[in-house]
Nanobody, 125 residues
C-alpha cells in the first residue's frame, strides 16, 4: 500500500510564506510525477505545480514566480514553497503522485494517480 501524507498548511497573512510537504510511504521503488493541486470552495480542483522524477517542473500561471516545487527522490517527498501569498491562494491543497511503482511483498505493482488527504491553506487580507 502507498500513502501520501501532507503537512505544513495553516493560516498566514497576505504576503507571507508557507511550505508544504508531502511524504509518500510504503515499499516504493519509484515515483514518476509528483504535484500539488488545490481546490477552493465552489471551484474545481486545479493544478498548482508538478515535478517529474528528473526535475522538470510545471506551474500554473497564477503561481509562477511565487511558488517553487521541489522533491527529494530518496525520501519520496515533494515540497511546495509558497511565497508572496495572496487571499486567492486560499484553498485545500492536495498532494498527487502519478505512476508509483511499489513492492507488495510478492511482486511490483504500479499505482496511478494517488492522492493525499489535503491540507488547508488560508491567506488573510
Amino acid at each position: 500500500q502507498v500513502q501520501l501524507v501532507e503537512s505544513g498548511g495553516g493560516l498566514v497573512q497576505a504576503g507571507g510564506s508557507l511550505r508544504l510537504s508531502c511524504a509518500a510511504s510504503g515499499s516504493i521503488d519509484s515515483i514518476n510525477a509528483m504535484g500539488w493541486y488545490r481546490q477552493a470552495p465552489g471551484k474545481q480542483r486545479e493544478l498548482v505545480a508538478s515535478i517529474l522524477r528528473g526535475g522538470s517542473t510545471n506551474y500554473a500561471d497564477s503561481v509562477k514566480g511565487r511558488f517553487t516545487i521541489s522533491r527529494d527522490n530518496a525520501k519520496n517527498t515533494v515540497y511546495l514553497q509558497m511565497n508572496s501569498l495572496k487571499p486567492e491562494d486560499t484553498a485545500v491543497y492536495y498532494c498527487n503522485a502519478d505512476k508509483v511503482v511499489y513492492y507488495t511483498g510478492h511482486h511490483y505493482e504500479t499505482l496511478f494517480d494517488s492522492w493525499g488527504q489535503g491540507t488547508q491553506v488560508t491567506v488573510s487580507s
